[in-house]
């Protein structure tokens, strides 16, 4: 076969499939060979393959939106500075600007030209989130980005094969954990090493000169796909705005998505100005998280690349908070690029009701530490925790589940196994879940302390606990989250402060909002809850109107019946607007 040929549609399929083994296999790679949690734990990372003009065409499972889907742009900006014909074999890129890559500077974006018989083909990239960049440690409460941690602008991290051993000194001399960051930084070589080693396996044994026609008839088909998921969509324009706690005050964000024949803009305009704490979201960010739940409401089957992004344009004023200019903070931007989702399916809901979501807590609870270790020696942590997902028109949401990031919890012990953190409780939370014929997911209380009878330093980056998540359709809101001291202390969720020795630390997480009205449950389902310990007895009796047995647990149907007929809750959440 040469780059020539068309390709049949079972052809076509089988070469996706290699490209989806190979990045997997990348992404492999560097979970593997990772020095932090962060990555081989959590999956904070994601990889994928791109053709030689820096469209990507295919992703690795793991991953998150925030990092794939801005790597989609940010591969483009490094071509810019080093068109591909000018790079050599055994060259490969890095930055963490956030303005080009994926928001903050925390994450590295690595990309890897891939050579064939002596001419570039393509690209592999990766992005990770390192354990330290320097600054004031990762959190939310800087006033400007320089405060953030090393800049590291678009540049040669290898130069035909050779590191580029000035940038490691200058990493290594800024960093508090210069271990696992080198660490990472040559694990996310390797893992584009191994990627592009594996596409050339793959183009070998299909006798294939380049990615040209492969890469064409891949976007062609996400682009078509794509444009008729949209087409099928009434004509019009769907708004929607959430609030969200913000630093120390409220932040709205609105979005108005308009469909027009097979296109689709959202646009934030009326959205909240950028703010002078690291809340902040660039545009490459908001644009990651905009597309991302759109395709899931829209197009979950057809692939996530170059050309599922075509048919979408995403609008933020420059200077508003979802779009903001330099030199603003934006250590925390995952708080508030989190919630797009949310606005997103409040917007398709009234549109495409039976495909999307309630309101879930959204961001993640980013949890660091830094101090002394119980043996004296300096240490920088950082973990990920999520509370509950919202309610789907036809199943529970999940606790204590990430959505959408997509990062994975870290198990207790392990955060014990590699910091001096002592979680003495881990546990759902009852009742935190929102109440509907589909409950929202339950959030998770965490009791932690840091060992070794040191102060220590916290960074919280928490949300919701103003706002809590709205259910859907007349279902009930998730409860909101909290965050206090053993003292009785309440502090900043957003702002770092100084642990005592032993001190403990409580977090409970907020729960997700319910779809439908909480007494369409059915009533075996409620039962099933009680004994599970998501739900209390009186929260049935009460909310979803069902009456058990204290005892025995059986559902006394009579009283059922008698609670059902009553007046009926009004509902809560749901009011979407449409032109």
Wanted: hydrophobic share 35%; net charge negative.
């Amino acid at each position: 076969m040469t780059s020539k040929n068309r390709y049949d549609p079972i052809t076509l399929e089988v070469l996706w499939n290699r490209l989806i083994s190979t990045v997997n296999e990348q992404a492999a790679a560097l979970m593997h060979a990772s020095f932090t949690t962060v990555v081989r734990e959590a999956g904070d990372l994601s990889a994928g393959v791109f053709d030689e003009k820096g469209n990507m065409l295919a992703q690795a499972v793991t991953g998150t939106p925030g990092h794939i889907n801005t790597m989609a742009t940010c591969v483009r900006h490094l071509l810019k500075e080093y068109p591909i014909e000018t790079l050599n074999e055994g060259d490969t890129l890095i930055t963490n600007d956030p303005w080009l890559a994926s928001g903050h500077y925390h994450d590295l974006t690595i990309v890897t030209p891939v050579f064939f018989r002596g001419h570039p083909v393509g690209l592999f990239a990766n992005t990770c989130h390192v354990m330290d960049i320097g600054g004031r440690i990762f959190g939310a409460d800087a006033t400007s980005v320089f405060e953030e941690g090393l800049a590291i602008p678009v540049m040669k991290l290898v130069d035909r094969g050779r590191m580029n051993e000035d940038l490691i000194k200058i990493i290594r001399a800024n960093v508090r954990t210069p271990l696992p960051v080198l660490g990472d930084i040559h694990a996310m070589v390797a893992a584009n090493e191994v990627g592009g080693k594996k596409l050339i396996e793959m183009m070998e044994d299909y006798s294939m000169a380049d990615l040209k026609d492969l890469s064409d008839a891949i976007i062609k088909r996400s682009e078509k796909s794509m444009r008729k998921a949209i087409a099928d969509i009434p004509d019009g324009t769907y708004r929607h705005q959430i609030d969200v706690d913000g630093f120390d005050t409220p932040i709205v964000i609105k979005l108005a998505i308009t469909i027009k024949g097979d296109h689709l803009t959202a646009d934030y305009t009326g959205s909240s100005p950028q703010s002078n704490r690291g809340i902040n979201v660039v545009y490459n960010y908001c644009h990651a998280y905009t597309t991302y739940p759109i395709k899931c409401s829209i197009s979950p089957e057809v692939p996530n690349n170059e050309g599922s992004f075509r048919p979408v344009t995403v609008i933020a004023p420059e200077g508003c908070i979802l779009n903001c200019t330099r030199p603003a903070p934006v250590g925390a931007r995952h708080i508030l690029g989190h919630f797009l989702s949310a606005v997103v399916f409040g917007a398709l809901s009234h549109v495409l009701p039976d495909q999307v979501i309630a309101e879930g807590s959204q961001g993640l609870w980013n949890t660091q530490f830094d101090g002394i270790t119980e043996d004296g020696e300096p240490f920088c942590y950082v973990f990920f925790s999520a509370g509950g997902a919202g309610a789907r028109p036809n199943k529970d949401g999940l606790s204590a589940t990430a959505f959408p990031s997509g990062i994975r919890g870290v198990p207790a012990e392990v955060v014990e196994n590699v910091s001096p953190i002592f979680m003495e409780c881990r546990e759902l939370i009852t009742d935190s879940g929102g109440a509907g014929r589909f409950r929202g997911g339950l959030g998770q209380r965490m009791v932690l302390k840091v060992r070794g009878g040191h102060p220590a330093q916290h960074s919280p980056m928490y949300d919701r606990i103003h706002f809590p998540a709205k259910g859907f359709a007349g279902g009930l809101n998730g409860a909101k989250g909290r965050f206090f001291l053993d003292d009785g202390t309440v502090p900043h969720p957003k702002t770092k402060y100084m642990l005592k020795p032993n001190q403990k630390i409580t977090l409970e997480l907020p729960g997700g909002g319910g779809f439908y009205p909480p007494d369409e449950r059915d009533p075996l389902a409620v039962r099933e809850d009680v004994m599970d310990a998501l739900v209390s007895l009186n929260q049935a009796r009460d909310v979803y109107r069902v009456a058990l047995d204290p005892v025995t647990m059986e559902i006394d149907h009579h009283q059922t019946q008698r609670l059902r007929s009553a007046t009926k809750r009004p509902a809560e959440g749901g009011g979407y607007e449409k032109d």
